[in-house]
């Protein structure tokens, strides 16, 4: 089942804030982490975790509608509001590892992270050019080997 990328973005940012993980989280490092929790969703369960696309911007991979959102805090930190939705269990137990190994990571650490794979590199920079969820899946799928 897909979820709505904001309830997502909401749930990244509470873990975040609840495992005191690297630095406060900004729209950029948002970004960044939803882009790791597609990827490996897509290549660990073959189902995306939200319908919405990533796009490769300027500064890596972007959920337009979660970006717009949060625009207007710039630079302050990100906080949640209202109710976080639970996941599946198996989903759970993955977005934790992947919590657990990327959150960890700045803002710009992640953005350089994304610039160097694959799905990036291989679409178009600009808003509007979608990174093809069957790039996200077969790149990912060689990372959980």
Known sequence: MAYKALDIAN???KSVSDSGLGDLISNLKLQKLLY?????HLAYFGTPLFDEELEAWMYGPVVPSVYNQFKPE???????????ICLAPKEEALFSEVMRVYGEFSAVGL???THRETPWKETQVG???VIEKS??????????K
């Open 11 to 13: 749930k990244i940012i």
């Open 36 to 40: 790791y929790q597609q990827g490996f």
């Open 74 to 84: 710039k630079q302050n930190p990100l906080y949640y509001s209202g109710e976080v």
């Open 111 to 113: 953005m350089n992270m």
């Open 127 to 129: 808003t509007g050019n």
């Open 135 to 144: 790039k996200l899946q077969s790149f990912f799928k060689k990372k959980l």
